[in-house]
């Protein structure tokens, strides 16, 4: 199993920026991937980036060139470093890994509002 605390939502404005983090326990050597999702009422949970072990990273096409996803494997941590937030981008954020078992685990979110 693995464990996953999120920090670093809160409220901004327009064009600011945040910084998420989330921290990883447990059977850490087995994560494969690691992402964050992003949800708003009503709607299914959507894909906002990723990365792999090795560093590969890919984005979802609305954050492309503003947000910017990270991971420390030694301290089996994740980041997304958000600017030029929109109020488009409000949303509960979740962390999310994949492990080479194809389990799949979910941190508890943090709500990122952006206002206009």
């Known amino acids: 199993q693995v464990q996953l605390v999120e920090s670093g939502g809160g409220l901004v404005p327009a064009g600011g920026s945040l910084r998420l983090s989330c921290r990883a326990s447990g059977s850490t050597s087995l994560i494969l991937r690691m992402a964050w999702y992003r949800q708003t009422p009503g709607k299914q949970r959507e894909l906002v980036a990723t990365?792999?072990?090795?560093?590969?990273?890919n984005y979802e096409d609305s954050v492309k060139g503003r947000f910017t996803i990270s991971r420390d494997n030694a301290q089996n941590t994740l980041s997304l470093q958000m600017n030029s937030l929109k109020p488009e981008d409000t949303a509960a954020y979740y962390c999310?890994?994949?492990?080479?078992?194809?389990?799949?685990?979910w941190g508890q979110g943090t709500q990122v509002t952006v206002s206009s």
């Open positions: 999310n890994v994949l492990l080479i078992t194809r389990a799949e685990y």
């Open positions: 990365i792999t072990t090795g560093g590969t990273a």
